[in-house]
């Protein structure tokens, strides 16, 4: 029991990371159709800027914190700006690949101009406090990563559903022709999306960074294409479906070595497994578990 | 305003006319050099005697500078003269200039450069420098006329916003022209496809005889590899931009007290390094200008002239046989002479012949990958994937049955030395197999999903395969596996290369395949209308994957080590932005970008990481300035069969249409 | 017999009942017409019957066969193709190209012989490039024949679509609208250019259409739908004077003439 609620707290540990950074992807595609492949990278810039915040700057967790997520929204904006916005009219897949070379652009060009030394945060920037609640161990850490991230949900979740901003991106995915009609511009809607969902990867990539302190520019490549099945899983373009599949995903991956090794299953199996479930997840629902299947007109 | 039909002898002619005289009073009259001996050389002697290899960037230069003026001069008498004897002018000039150059290179390459008197102790600015300015000014004057022609101008009204005066003639206008026309007259398409192949191979052998003596001339250290492209950029290996940005993002280890003092320092030091780059410091160590200048040289001279020189040659010759053999038998000449310069180009050193392996790997993945996601629509991005089936399943079969080595110990069949290639072939073609079942996990998801969600799932596939074989320690896991015979060699990469890319093109052009381009195009249609979009589906991914597999298990059996990091999502995007480079649905765009592309890496190579930023930088420059790569949904059209050539020479047009083109 | 018979055919989308118990029964060399408002389901009787959707019940069968649960492509093959509301061709390819593909029910060779050029492979690739050539010169394309279908005038392109559906050479030709986007006097050429292939490929063709100047004048027998139901079914002229069909089509605002 006790070994069950331990990775219960694991899992959602690693579920909610996964989440925050999935939201950004459903969010991306829900007002684009846009698959952000940079998206895994801007989570690592994230990181990098609370590296910047926390030891360049001194500052303590909060500003860091927030400090990140500005200057990472700040990123997405004009990585929107500069690179996605030019190819509005162009076809999808010349936006998606370009998705793809931004994103090796920033892991390799910060790998570039910072060199190759891993990075990670001062000691006291979360200080570590392990609590004994009845067998079962838990730190600060964890707490802090599931509060914040739930937090954070609860915040995006309301601009969402409850803001007149929240609602012309829900708009933009339906028709993206009425809602200039409505008096909110388009841009400055996408711009808003980039903006929220960059800044949650921010988010979960400093909280990342205090749950697994190594940080390199490669760190957001395997995350972020996890997060992103993640967020397929769930149903792209939904936010709820993107919180949901990113806790799945984290739930499988922890619980699978855990439980698996006495089938004979080792912790290197996780990858294999977790990816295996979600594809099967996919055949069986072909677009997520919140996605709504669009019939073609013939 | 440009018209030459009646052309009168105006002020501009008179400033060109004037520059021109200028400039050849300098080179012939002005001292130029300082020497040893306290006596000065003109621009002219420097270019008559011999000469040594460090001064001759300067000297290349100057060639063109009086070359320009004397045709200038004869283009200025030439308003003079009547219409009738201007053509022959300028064939004069041209023909002067080539000699000239040709005289130029004779001197250089067979005359003693050894013992070169011309030991220069300094520039003497006189000279250089009247015929600069005076050579600065021709182009002024070429530029404010080019200015004045983009005002769009009433035809009828000469009269245009800059102030320039009637019958203002543009300085080497004649040239362009003259180029173009010449291009135009050598009609390059016409020329059979066998007869530049050729060319090449006379190229390939110039490179063997005279290729060294030429390297060495020109101050490289051994032949270029791959025409000169990895020279290029080695002057920059130096530069190291870890410092611009590590000051803000510091590692526990760093410590910097004011980071942006020190990021500024990095940035001017990388400045520094940069323009050092740029320039020469001795010919131990030359800079960028003066490497780029020979590495152009040594293509023009070894590659590029003799290949245009040959082809023309036989032009006719080649259009003749080609005409008269049956197309396979043409078809099956040129493979072969492709071979021949292939492997000839290749066997000059080690080098050259891995790149080709890596070239004939490379168009196997990109025209594979384009078979799914140019020809049929659907966005792959999990290639890698099938490669690292190919690659494990082919290198543990040589490695099991065939040879002794540590994994799996003595092998398990005795089989004679003459008999391994066969081993080999059946190998490559079971990994091929297991990679096409494997293809089946994308397939069959396909049947009810499409774009992106079919992505996610070649995705998760890519990371499934690489996730078992590293969980699989009998084949080493993620350590790899060490030990694979190194079997790869040109003639199984191009054999296995010419093969496949045959195939696709035999499949996307039969009325089977063709129902491939419906399912991208319309794939409810396609199914109404007769097509088993199941079937077709099922097809197109496993054939792509068998190629895929196949080009994994060349790939292994050449690095001689695989390991389950080399197939990675990164492996994937190469073969990307190698078929989004060459275009969607050309089987010949994704071999061009695939050759392209191998070459690029090569020549990045020096720039380490910054390769990595290059290579996606290219890749969002191309979707946003020309999103439909370089032959998107069409392919280059190639004279392989040979075209009938008209009776007669070909006609020169009247020089004055492409003045008014102009 | 008959060739395509239709028994209590009714379909639902979630909830909403499309088809309501349809029955047709529709014999060789037949020119009928399937009429009605907008949203009558119309097109989804088509969809049933070529097996884009899965009938929720009843039974269709084509000469002697059932077509429930057929794949769109074996119905195809077994003689049965249409066109459809809007041009659905195969716009990067050439007019020829979007015919060949249409002959792929027909294709007996196997990949190893396209690989390798054997003679079956060669064979049937000349064979169906000249069918394809004769019927776009029989249909006065063949012009157009190497030109991507995309470039080409609007009625062209329903001409193409046409000469693509008679190239799986069906026994029922399906039109979905064959002449909307036509004016008056090209809906006059369309009357005539339906009788001359239905004559000249001894057809059967099951028609929808809007156009009642169209309808009435060509077809022998015409059922009328409103809300998945049948409303009306009978020569033109018993529909003509049907005070049903009338009032379904009042909204509509058509011309019944």
Not at chain 2, 224 to 236: Q, R, Y
Not at chain 2, 457 to 466: D, E, P
Request: hydrophobic share 50%; net charge neutral; proline share 4%.
């Amino acid at each position: 029991m006790e070994f069950f609620v331990q990775q219960f707290l694991n899992a959602l540990q690693l579920g909610s990371l996964y989440a925050l950074i999935a939201l950004g992807y459903s969010m991306v595609y829900g007002v684009l159709l846009l698959i952000n492949f940079a998206h895994g990278d801007i989570f690592m810039m994230g990181a990098f800027f609370g590296v910047f915040g926390s030891i360049t700057l001194g500052l303590p967790f909060v500003p860091t914190l927030l400090l990140s997520m500005i200057l990472t929204g700040l990123l997405g904006v004009t990585i929107e700006r500069v690179a996605y916005k030019p190819l509005r009219q162009a076809s999808r897949l010349s936006v998606v690949i370009t998705a793809l070379g931004v994103g090796l652009l920033l892991e390799n060009g910060l790998l570039a101009l910072t060199g190759a030394n891993p990075r990670s945060y001062p000691q006291d920037l979360v200080t570590t406090k392990v609590y004994d609640l009845g067998g079962v161990s838990i730190s600060n850490v964890k707490i802090i990563i599931i509060v914040l991230a739930a937090l954070l949900f609860a915040g995006l979740y309301t601009i969402v559903q409850r803001t007149k901003w929240g609602m012309a991106m829900r708009a933009i995915s339906y028709d993206k022709f009425a809602v200039p009609l409505m008096g909110v511009s388009q841009d400055q809607v996408i711009s808003l999306t980039f903006l929220l969902g960059t800044s949650l990867a921010a988010a979960g990539g400093i909280l990342w960074g205090v749950a697994f302190p190594v940080l390199n520019p490669y760190m957001g490549l395997r995350v972020g294409w996890k997060a992103f099945i993640a967020a397929v899983v769930g149903g792209i373009g939904d936010i709820r479906g993107a919180a949901v599949g990113g806790l799945l995903l984290g739930f499988i991956e922890i619980f699978v070595p855990a439980y698996g090794k006495s089938i004979g299953i080792s912790s290197t199996w996780r990858d294999p497994v977790a990816f295996g479930l979600l594809l099967i997840i996919l055949v069986v629902r072909p677009t997520g578990l919140f996605g709504v299947a669009r019939r073609q007109k013939v | 305003m440009i018209r030459t039909a009646n052309r009168s002898f105006s002020l501009g002619s008179l400033v060109t006319l004037a520059c021109a005289l200028v400039i050849l009073i300098a080179v012939f009259a002005l001292p130029w050099l300082a020497l040893e001996d306290g006596a000065t050389a003109t621009a002219y002697e420097l270019l008559s005697k011999s000469l040594d290899v460090p001064a001759r960037i300067t000297n290349t230069f100057l060639i063109i500078v009086p070359l320009a003026a004397l045709v200038e001069l004869a283009l200025a008498l030439w308003s003079l003269a009547a219409p009738q004897q201007r053509k022959a002018i300028s064939t004069l000039a041209l023909l002067m200039g080539v000699i000239l150059v040709g005289y130029y290179y004779g001197t250089f390459l067979y005359e003693d450069h050894v013992n070169a008197r011309t030991a220069a102790t300094d520039y003497v600015r006189s000279g250089f420098v009247v015929a600069l300015i005076a050579g600065l000014l021709l182009i002024v004057l070429t530029a404010l006329q080019r200015a004045a022609l983009r005002v769009p101008a009433n035809p009828g009204t000469e009269a245009v916003a800059l102030p320039l005066p009637r019958g203002w003639r543009m300085p080497f206008a004649w040239l362009r022209r003259s180029v173009r026309e010449a291009i135009r007259s050598l009609q390059l398409s016409r020329i059979p496809v066998l007869a530049y192949l050729l060319g090449v191979v006379a190229a390939v052998e110039l490179e063997r005889r005279e290729g060294e003596t030429l390297a060495r001339l020109l101050g490289f250290r051994r032949v270029p590899g791959l025409f000169g492209s990895t020279e290029l950029l080695e002057p920059f290996s130096k530069l190291d931009f870890s410092g611009i940005l590590a000051p803000f993002f510091p590692s526990p280890t760093d410590r910097f007290d004011a980071p942006l003092r020190s990021s500024w320092e990095a940035l001017r030091q990388l400045g520094e390094d940069f323009v050092y780059a740029l320039t020469s410091h001795g010919p131990r160590e030359p800079g960028f200008f003066k490497v780029l200048l020979h590495v152009v040289e040594y293509d023009l001279l070894i590659f590029i002239i003799p290949v245009l020189i040959v082809a023309l040659l036989l032009r006719r010759p080649g259009n003749w046989l080609l005409l008269r053999l049956p197309t396979w038998a043409g078809l099956a000449l040129q493979i072969v002479v492709l071979y021949g310069a292939v492997s000839r180009w290749g066997a000059l050193n080690d080098y050259r012949e891995l790149v080709l392996i890596y070239m004939g790997v490379n168009i196997m993945l990109a025209i594979s990958l384009n078979l799914v996601n140019g020809y049929m629509g659907e966005f792959s991005v999990g290639h890698a994937g099938f490669m690292a089936v190919g690659a494990y399943i082919s290198s543990i079969l040589t490695m099991w049955l065939f040879v002794d080595e540590a994994v799996f110990g003595e092998a398990m069949l005795s089989v004679p030395d003459w008999a391994l290639p066969i081993g080999f072939l059946i190998a490559l073609v079971a990994g091929g197999v297991a990679a096409a079942l494997a293809g089946l996990l994308v397939a069959f998801p396909s049947f009810r999903t499409r774009g992106d969600y079919l992505a996610i799932v070649t995705l998760a596939v890519n990371f499934i395969v690489t996730g078992i074989i590293n969980n699989i320690e009998a084949i080493g896991g993620p350590r790899g596996l060490n030990g694979v015979p190194l079997w790869t060699n040109l003639r199984w990469v191009f054999l296995l290369t010419a093969l496949s890319v045959f195939a696709i093109h035999s499949l996307v052009n039969s009325t089977f395949g063709k129902g491939i381009v419906a399912i991208r195009e319309d794939e409810i249609a396609a199914e109404l209308m007769g097509v088993n979009t199941r079937k077709v589906k099922l097809v197109a991914f496993m054939v792509s994957s068998f190629i895929a597999g196949m080009s994994g298990g060349l790939f292994a059996h050449v690095l001689a080590y695989v390991n389950p990091g080399v197939f990675g999502i990164l492996k994937s995007t190469e073969a990307l932005v190698m078929v989004y480079l060459g275009g969607m649905g050309s089987i010949s765009g994704s071999v061009i970008a695939a050759v392209l592309f191998t070459i690029l890496i090569e020549a990045f190579r020096p720039l380490a990481v910054l390769k990595w930023v290059v290579v996606p930088l290219i890749l969002i420059l191309l979707m946003l300035f020309r999103p439909q790569g370089l032959f998107g949904f069409r392919e280059v059209s190639l004279n392989l069969r040979g075209v009938r050539e008209e009776g007669e020479a070909v006609v020169l047009k009247e020089a004055s249409d492409g003045a008014a083109a102009d | 017999m008959a060739l395509l018979q239709i028994k209590n055919l009714s379909h639902y989308f979630g909830g909403l009942l499309a088809v309501d118990n349809l029955n047709e029964e529709i014999r060789e060399g037949e020119l009928i017409g399937l009429i009605g408002p907008n949203g009558a389901g119309k097109t989804t009787v088509f969809n049933l019957v070529t097996g884009v959707y899965r009938p929720t019940q009843g039974d269709i069968i084509f000469q002697g066969q059932s077509l429930v649960g057929k794949s769109p492509h074996t119905i195809n093959a077994l003689g049965i193709s249409r066109t459809f509301q809007t041009i659905r061709l195969w716009n990067m390819m050439s007019v020829l190209d979007n015919v060949r593909i249409a002959h792929h029910s027909r294709i007996s060779y196997n990949l190893a012989e396209a690989f390798l050029h054997l003679p079956r492979y060669r064979h049937q690739e000349r064979e169906i490039e000249e069918r394809s050539m004769e019927l776009l010169r029989l249909f006065k394309l063949e012009r157009y024949a190497h030109e991507p279908v995309k470039n080409l005038p609007y009625g062209e392109q329903r001409r193409v679509e046409i000469v693509r559906a008679l190239a799986s050479r069906p026994r029922l030709l399906l039109l979905d609208e064959p002449a909307a986007g036509m004016n008056p006097r090209e809906i006059g050429a369309l009357m005539e250019f339906i009788h001359w292939i239905r004559d000249e490929f001894h057809l059967t063709i099951w028609l929808i259409e809007h156009q009642m100047r169209l309808v009435m004048n060509i077809c022998e027998r015409i059922k009328v739908l409103d809300f998945g139901a049948t409303i009306a079914d009978g020569t033109p002229e018993e529909i003509r004077n049907n005070p049903k069909v009338i009032e379904a089509y009042l909204g509509e605002q058509a011309e019944v003439h």
